[in-house]
């Protein structure tokens, strides 16, 4: 006891043996697991090299694909045109975000007068979402300029862009309707018990749990967009598939292909990664 009558709260506290033993014997399985598990991909993968580099036209597969005169060759025109890759992702994620956004909030429209626009949103989820990307592409690239309106965009990456972006836009307003829905009624309710009104429960209150909630599959869509950027090479741009489609026609070999494939995996890998780790610690923290 303390001399103002307070319980003395001891300072030192030390693991009892059985906790010590539970903590070696979780730590030896987690060891023998990895070594396991690091054995078996090494054996996985020698004996896959050892059956592509022993079949009848690995030589002739090796010349045409894994040529490393080729590689050197091509890969500044191919690292070039993946900047603009990069480029175009960059500029289609942030409108890709708002446009999900705006869409999955007009879903969320409950009011008579806002009837219209709910069925504008329905249309263009439904359309988007349904039509290929790459047809997407097609019809924004070759069919916005035909129009000749004033003003409408002529650049080749922009048109990109903007076929990207109504592609993904679907998608992502749908994650975002998601996200929306599943806030407990009661948040709804209290939000609203408090005067709040419909557009203020929804920025202050749904919207903010939603996006925490949704942020692994908007990586994982985010993740499919850096590999469509390619699709836009089929409009023009010289980004990095098109750089390969140009060495490949000219040498005919296609290595080119490998190190714009390379570059896309070194970009989309530590994405999916990070996805992975945000998915587990969202489960982590709901204590699944």
Do not use: C
């Amino acid at each position: 006891m303390k001399s103002d009558g307070q319980m003395a709260i001891p300072t030192d506290w030390v693991k009892s043996e059985r906790q010590v033993e539970r903590e070696r014997l979780r730590r030896q399985r987690s060891r023998r697991s990895s070594s396991i598990a690091t054995a078996s991909t090494i054996l996985v993968i020698v004996l896959l090299f050892w059956v592509f580099t022993n079949s009848p036209g690995w030589p002739r597969v090796q010349e045409t694909f894994f040529n490393s005169e080729q590689f050197v060759n091509a890969l500044p025109e191919v690292l070039s045109g993946f900047l603009l890759n990069i480029k175009i992702f960059l500029i289609a994620e942030p409108l890709i975000l708002i446009v999900g956004l705006l869409v999955a909030l007009t879903r969320n429209l409950r009011a008579p007068v806002f009837f219209p626009l709910r069925a504008l949103a329905v249309a263009y989820t439904d359309i988007f979402r349904g039509v290929p990307t790459i047809l997407v592409i097609y019809l924004v690239g070759f069919g916005l300029p035909a129009l000749g309106l004033q003003g409408m965009p002529t650049d080749l990456a922009t048109l990109g862009v903007i076929a990207l972006t109504l592609s993904y836009g679907a998608y992502v307003a749908e994650v975002f309707r998601a996200g929306i829905e599943s806030v407990h009624p009661s948040q709804w309710a209290a939000a609203r018990s408090l005067g709040l009104s419909h557009g203020r429960t929804m920025r202050y209150v749904v919207v903010p749990q939603a996006v925490r909630r949704v942020v692994p599959p908007l990586l994982n869509d985010f993740v499919s967009l850096q590999k469509d950027t390619a699709l836009v090479a089929t409009i023009g741009p010289l980004e990095a598939l098109r750089q390969a489609q140009i060495h490949a026609a000219s040498t005919f070999n296609y290595t080119p292909y490998l190190a714009a494939a390379l570059l896309f995996i070194l970009l989309t890998i530590p994405m999916a990664r990070f996805t992975d780790y945000l998915a587990a610690r969202s489960q982590k923290r709901r204590g699944q």
